[in-house]
């Protein structure tokens, strides 16, 4: 039976990626954007192009309040597109930067972040658990920032820091129906993360890539396959790991 996998901001960078390597390997993804409905229509373009089904939803993480309504479309898009009442994977991408020092730091900026990155991660896990399929994945990104330092990205690193220690304890919690959960941690990757700031500027392109072992940031290309693979059949007795994906970052 084909696999879906739900991909939380998947019109962009990293999640596109993520999914449309999920669709090259035979899966269905459900998308979610929030802001970009072309650019997630697009997504869904190419997926339906390489022969696979795919579906968005938009959905902003800040808005817990919204999460069952989304539940309710993520199960209606199931009987609807693929006769089901259950997905397969769950990949929990979606997210923002924002770089700011620590005596700086606001707290609007500081509830931002922990309200996408780890409240938003919490609460929607929750309300899509009932629709997972025993024997799924969830796989959670997090950010090498949580293993190595730079200045402006505390808060931030903590939220990541915090879905590390979730994903441990749903892999733990889920583990009798046979749902593997681990942790995706990228390196610095050229996306329009933070306006595009590794991408686009190089200096700071050139600090991270003297960090890194193989001499050079990643590409989202780098990152997507390694998330796709972790929700191959034959990838599921890898659970309650956190995986970096940084080309060898401060090592």
């Known amino acids: 039976m084909t696999r879906i996998a739900i991909v939380t901001g998947a019109s962009r960078g990293l999640g596109r990626n993520t999914a449309l390597h999920i669709a090259r390997r035979g899966g269905d993804v459900i998308l979610t954007y929030r802001d970009r409905a072309d650019d997630a229509q697009a997504v869904v373009a190419d997926i339906r192009a390489l022969g696979r089904k795919a579906l968005a939803l938009r959905l902003d993480l800040a808005d817990t309040a919204g999460f069952p309504l989304f539940a309710e479309h993520v199960r209606a898009g199931l009987r609807d597109v693929w006769g089901r009442d259950r997905f397969d994977h769950l990949v929990n991408n979606a997210g923002h930067g924002d770089m700011a020092a620590f005596d700086a730091t606001t707290e609007a900026q500081f509830d931002g972040l922990v309200n996408v990155h780890f409240k938003g991660v919490f609460f929607l896990t929750q309300a899509l658990l009932p629709l997972l399929a025993d024997g799924g994945r969830i796989v959670n990104l997090s950010s090498g920032l949580t293993r190595v330092s730079y200045p402006g990205f505390g808060a931030y690193a903590a939220a990541k820091g915090a ?55 990643g590409v989202p290309d780098d990152v997507g396959p390694v998330i796709a693979n972790l929700l191959g059949e034959d990838q599921g007795w890898v659970s309650g790991q956190r995986i970096e994906v940084s080309g060898g970052q401060v090592i």
């Open 163 to 217: 879905v590390e220690v979730l994903s441990v304890y749903l892999a733990r919690e889920l583990g009798p129906r046979g749902i593997a959960v681990n942790t995706v941690a990228p390196g610095a990757i050229e996306t329009d993360f933070l306006g595009g700031a590794v991408r686009d500027t190089p200096d700071l392109n050139a600090a991270f890539a003297r960090m890194t072992a193989l001499g050079r940031v």
